[in-house]
C-alpha cells in the first residue's frame, strides 16, 4: 500500500508546497499593502473574511465537483483562479480593486479542501493522520519560504511579493496539470444540489460535533493569524521584513513538529489526545503573546503556540475525515472547508475590529479562550471511526 501512495502523496505535497509558498508571500503583507491605499484595521480583517466568505459559499460546490468529476479538475481549477486572484492584487489601484482579487481567490479556493479529500482516496483510515501530517508539512515548508520571500523582496516594493507569488502558483497549477493522477471514479459520487447535503449531514451526532469544533478550532486561529502583522507592528513596530522572518521561523517550528513528531506521538496516544494537546499548547501560547512586551518574550511565547498547531492542524483534519464514509470524502471535506470559511469570515473581523477598538492584546486573549472552549467540547469526541467518532 505504502508503494501504492508514495508518489501520488509526493505529488499532492509538492502542489500545495509551491501554492503555499505563494500564499504565504500574501498573508504578512497584505494589512501593510491595504494600509498604502488607506485601509482601517477593520477594512483589512473584511479583506480576509472576503475571501473566506466566498470561499464559504463555493467549497462545498466544488467538494461536490470532486465527488463527480475527480480531484485533479477541481485542483486545477482552484489554483488557476488564484493566480488569476495575485494578478489582481499585483495592479490594484484601489480599496475596490483589493476586495475583488479577494473575491476571485476566494470562490475558486477550493485548493486545500480538494487536497484534504484526495489524501483520504489514497490513504487508510489508520494512515491519514500521519498523511494529514505530510500535508501539514508543506504547509510549515511553504510558510518558512514564503513569509521570507515576502521579507526579502518588499525591499523591492510590495508589489514584488505579490509578482512572485503569481508566478509560483502558475508552477504549482502546471503541476498538478502534468503530473497529478485521478483517484474517483464518477460511478461512485453523489447526485443533486450539493448546499442540501449540510443539513443532512448536521443531522448526524458524530458529524455535528466535529463541525462544531471545526468551527471554533478555525475561528480562533484565524483570529491570530490574521491580526499577526497588525500586532507585531503596533507592539513592536515591526515592518513588512521583520514580519516576514518571525513567520518563517514560526513556519520552521511547525514544519518539524508535523513532518517529523506528528507520527509517532499519534501512534503513541492516539488522535484525540493528540488534538487535546495541541489546543492546550495553542491556548497556552497564544495567552502568553498576548501579555508579552519584548520581542525575545513574544518569540518565546509562539513556540507553545507552535507545538499545538502542529499536533492540532493534522489531527482535526483527520478526525473531520473518520466522521464520514469513503465514497463520501468529497462532500465532507467541502463542508468541513465550508465551515472553516465561515470561522475565518468572522475570525478577521472580530480579531481587527476589536484590535482597532480595544487593542492588540484582546484578539490573542480571545483566541486562547475559544480554544479553551473546543477543548471542554472536544472531551467527547471518541477516536473511533466513519459514524463513530463521538
Same mark, same amino acid.
Given at each position: 500500500?505504502?508503494?501504492?501512495?508514495?508518489?501520488?502523496?509526493l505529488?499532492?505535497?509538492?502542489?500545495?508546497?509551491?501554492?503555499?509558498?505563494?500564499?504565504?508571500?500574501?498573508?504578512?503583507?497584505?494589512p501593510?499593502?491595504?494600509?498604502?491605499?488607506?485601509?482601517?484595521?477593520?477594512?483589512?480583517?473584511?479583506?480576509?473574511?472576503?475571501?473566506?466568505?466566498?470561499?464559504?459559499?463555493?467549497?462545498?460546490?466544488?467538494? =461536490?465537483?470532486?465527488?463527480?468529476?475527480?480531484?485533479?479538475?477541481?485542483?486545477?481549477?482552484?489554483l488557476? @483562479?488564484?493566480?488569476?486572484?495575485?494578478?489582481?492584487?499585483?495592479?490594484a489601484?484601489?480599496?475596490?480593486?483589493?476586495? &475583488?482579487?479577494?473575491?476571485v481567490?476566494?470562490?475558486? *479556493?477550493?485548493?486545500?479542501?480538494?487536497?484534504?479529500?484526495?489524501?483520504?482516496?489514497?490513504?487508510?483510515?489508520?494512515?491519514?493522520?500521519?498523511?494529514?501530517?505530510?500535508? *501539514?508539512?508543506?504547509?510549515?515548508?511553504?510558510?518558512?519560504?514564503?513569509?521570507?520571500?515576502?521579507?526579502?523582496?518588499?525591499? !523591492?516594493?510590495?508589489?514584488?511579493?505579490?509578482?512572485?507569488?503569481?508566478?509560483?502558483?502558475?508552477?504549482?497549477?502546471?503541476?498538478?496539470?502534468?503530473?497529478?493522477?485521478?483517484?474517483?471514479?464518477?460511478?461512485?459520487?453523489?447526485?443533486?444540489?450539493?448546499?442540501?447535503?449540510?443539513?443532512e449531514?448536521?443531522?448526524?451526532?458524530?458529524?455535528?460535533?466535529? /463541525?462544531? !469544533? =471545526?468551527?471554533?478550532?478555525?475561528l480562533?486561529?484565524?483570529?491570530?493569524?490574521?491580526?499577526?502583522?497588525?500586532?507585531?507592528?503596533?507592539?513592536f513596530?515591526?515592518?513588512?521584513?521583520?514580519?516576514?522572518?518571525?513567520?518563517?521561523?514560526?513556519?520552521?517550528? *511547525?514544519?518539524?513538529?508535523? @513532518?517529523?513528531?506528528?507520527?509517532?506521538?499519534?501512534?503513541?496516544?492516539?488522535?484525540?489526545?493528540?488534538?487535546?494537546?495541541?489546543?492546550?499548547?495553542?491556548?497556552?501560547?497564544?495567552?502568553?503573546?498576548?501579555?508579552?512586551? $519584548?520581542?525575545?518574550?513574544?518569540?518565546?511565547?509562539?513556540?507553545?503556540?507552535?507545538?499545538?498547531?502542529?499536533?492540532?492542524?493534522p489531527?482535526?483534519?483527520?478526525?473531520?475525515? /473518520?466522521?464520514?464514509?469513503? =465514497?463520501? +470524502? *468529497?462532500?465532507?471535506?467541502?463542508?468541513?472547508?465550508?465551515?472553516? $470559511?465561515?470561522?475565518?469570515?468572522?475570525?478577521?473581523?472580530?480579531?481587527?475590529?476589536?484590535? +482597532?477598538?480595544?487593542?492588540?492584546?484582546?484578539?490573542?486573549?480571545?483566541? &486562547?479562550?475559544?480554544?479553551?472552549?473546543?477543548?471542554?467540547?472536544?472531551?467527547?469526541?471518541?477516536?473511533?471511526?466513519?459514524?463513530?467518532v463521538?
Open positions: 500500500m505504502l508503494r501504492l501512495v508514495t508518489r501520488p502523496l505529488i499532492i505535497f509538492l502542489t500545495i508546497f509551491v501554492n503555499l509558498v505563494g500564499f504565504g508571500i500574501i498573508i504578512p503583507l497584505l501593510f499593502y491595504a494600509q498604502t491605499f488607506g485601509a482601517s484595521p477593520l477594512v483589512i480583517g473584511l479583506l480576509f473574511a472576503a475571501f473566506s466568505l466566498c470561499q464559504l459559499l463555493a467549497a462545498p460546490a466544488l467538494g =461536490d465537483l470532486s465527488d463527480r468529476y475527480g480531484r485533479r479538475p477541481v485542483l486545477i481549477f482552484s488557476a @483562479g488564484t493566480v488569476v486572484s495575485f494578478v489582481m492584487l499585483a495592479v489601484h484601489s480599496i475596490a480593486m483589493l476586495f &475583488a482579487a479577494r473575491i481567490d476566494g470562490l475558486s *479556493g477550493g485548493n486545500i479542501s480538494t487536497a484534504r479529500a484526495y489524501v483520504a482516496d489514497i490513504t487508510e483510515p489508520k494512515d491519514r493522520a500521519r498523511a494529514y501530517g505530510i500535508i *501539514g508539512a508543506a504547509f510549515g515548508l511553504g510558510f518558512i519560504l514564503g513569509p521570507a520571500l515576502s521579507g526579502v523582496l518588499s525591499g !523591492i516594493s510590495y508589489t514584488a511579493p505579490i509578482w512572485a507569488a503569481a508566478g509560483l502558483t502558475v508552477v504549482a497549477t502546471v503541476m498538478a496539470w502534468l503530473w497529478l493522477p485521478e483517484t474517483v471514479h464518477r460511478a461512485r459520487a453523489g447526485s443533486g444540489n450539493p448546499f442540501s447535503y449540510l443539513p449531514l448536521l443531522t448526524r451526532p458524530a458529524v455535528r460535533r466535529i /463541525l462544531t !469544533i =471545526d468551527f471554533i478550532y478555525w480562533a486561529f484565524a483570529t491570530f493569524q490574521t491580526t499577526f502583522s497588525l500586532f507585531v507592528a503596533r507592539r513596530g515591526f515592518g513588512v521584513a521583520k514580519t516576514g522572518y518571525f513567520f518563517a521561523a514560526f513556519g520552521v517550528l *511547525g514544519a518539524v513538529i508535523q @513532518g517529523g513528531f506528528i507520527r509517532p506521538i499519534v501512534k503513541r496516544i492516539g488522535d484525540k489526545p493528540t488534538f487535546l494537546l495541541g489546543l492546550g499548547f495553542s491556548a497556552l501560547g497564544l495567552a502568553a503573546a498576548a501579555l508579552a512586551h $519584548s520581542v525575545a518574550l513574544f518569540a518565546l511565547a509562539l513556540v507553545p503556540l507552535a507545538l499545538g498547531m502542529g499536533f492540532g492542524h489531527t482535526m483534519s483527520s478526525l473531520v475525515s /473518520l466522521a464520514g464514509r469513503d =465514497d463520501e +470524502q *468529497g462532500r465532507i471535506q467541502g463542508a468541513a472547508s465550508a465551515i472553516e $470559511s465561515l470561522g475565518r469570515t468572522i475570525g478577521p473581523v472580530w480579531g481587527n475590529a476589536s484590535l +482597532q477598538r480595544y487593542g492588540e492584546s484582546t484578539p490573542y486573549i480571545s483566541a &486562547a479562550a475559544l480554544l479553551v472552549i473546543t477543548l471542554l467540547i472536544s472531551l467527547g469526541i471518541d477516536g473511533g471511526d466513519h459514524d463513530q463521538i
